[in-house]
Each structure stands twice: as structure tokens, then as C-alpha cells.
């Protein structure tokens, strides 16, 4: 707040910079999101450091609504993944 206060931008761009390039690319690499969602955030983090600087702060608390929502949904539960194949003295099994 202090930071705010004292219209101190620069830590709150760094921040945001640092969240969106690593949250955009989590999603893009991990699959559990849709795809557009990590585009937007690496987007927005690029959006900060133009004179559009709060139109990237509005679309961050926008995304993070999204965001929360569909993990919200999806309840933890797993995605599934395909059986893995096991070692045995004889060869490969289970695949």
C-alpha cells in the first residue's frame, strides 16, 4: 500500500511482469487451462510496461475471476493420464 501510495509503479509492473510471463507459460506448458488463458496472462504481463499500464491491471483481476472459476469447477480432480508401463524381468508389461 505504501508503495501505492506513493505512486511507485515500478515494483507493481515488476511484479506483474514476473506473474504473468510465469503463470502464461505454467498454463501453456502444463495443459490444465485452456490455452488462451496463458497467452492472455503473457499478454498482459507485456501490456504493463506500455502507457496501457492499467488496462493491464483491470485485465489481471478479470483473468484471475476466470482463472478461479474454472479451477473452481473442475473440483481437484485429476486429470487422467495414461497407464504406465512397467519393467519386469521378462520385457514390458502393461503396455
Known amino acids: 500500500m505504501n508503495a501505492l501510495s506513493n505512486n511507485a509503479v515500478a515494483t507493481n509492473t515488476a511484479g506483474m511482469i514476473v506473474f504473468g510471463i510465469a503463470a502464461g507459460l505454467a498454463i ?4 490444465r487451462l485452456p490455452r488462451w488463458l496463458g497467452w492472455v496472462a503473457i499478454a498482459m504481463a507485456v501490456v ?18 476466470i482463472v478461479s472459476i474454472l479451477i473452481w469447477k473442475r473440483g ?4 487422467p493420464e495414461p497407464a504406465a508401463s512397467v519393467a519386469t524381468s521378462s520385457g514390458v508389461a502393461g503396455g
Open 76 to 79: 481437484g480432480r485429476p486429470r
Open 28 to 31: 501453456l506448458r502444463g495443459g
Open 48 to 65: 504493463v510496461v506500455t502507457p496501457a499500464e492499467s488496462l493491464s491491471f483491470f485485465a489481471l483481476v478479470v483473468w484471475m475471476v
